[in-house]
């Protein structure tokens, strides 16, 4: 089935405390953001990759393309005043069933194989979301006391989070909520059953200068393996 990528990148750099922000920060010789591009690509080169981007950071996206021969093929999108708009505006460029498949553009380490599970549970299903479960203790605020919590009950959620076409453009129509902290909390509110795939632990959210060292060593220990 054909599948579209939309790859949401409207971060700042204030946790990584650089003024750039941090899908534009190089790593391993070219931003994250090329490299999160190309992973998609080299999954399936025939699949629409859709960039959404603030409309302010677009010329500065294109002069790194320039600067870097960045010639793979996608769109660019208007990023929103939310992730939820930002997705809503990647949305209107799917013009066909298909799988869509919508992640964090400074995920640059998803596996293969996480790729391989969410298209074919969604194919299945409707959606799959990867997981990974939570390893350590949790506890739960209770007013002005905190209590020990089932760490096996609860799950940390990855990207990129999978679905049918006709399931997240229907899900999107709905009115902006703030309760909607992801795309599988869209679609759930919309009415559909959210199906959970393993994830993989590389497949970290860069946002912190030590994410950038971690992830730094884990392309080059994939590159040189």
Known sequence: MKKFVIIVAGGSGLRMGTELPKQFLELCGKPVLMHTLELFWNFDPQAELILVLPQAQQEFWAALCLQHSFTLPHHVANGGQTRFHSVQNGLKLVDEEAIVLIHDGVRPLVSQETLERCCLVAAQQGNAIPVLPVSESLRKREGTQNVAVDRSLYFSVQTPQ??????????????????????????????????MVEGNTTNIKITTPTDMIVAEALIQSRNNF
């Open 162 to 195: 999978t679905f049918q076409s006709r399931q997240i453009l229907e899900a999107f129509e709905q009115t902006y909520q703030p309760a909607f902290t992801d795309d599988a909390s869209v679609a759930e509110q919309a009415g559909f059953q959210i199906h």
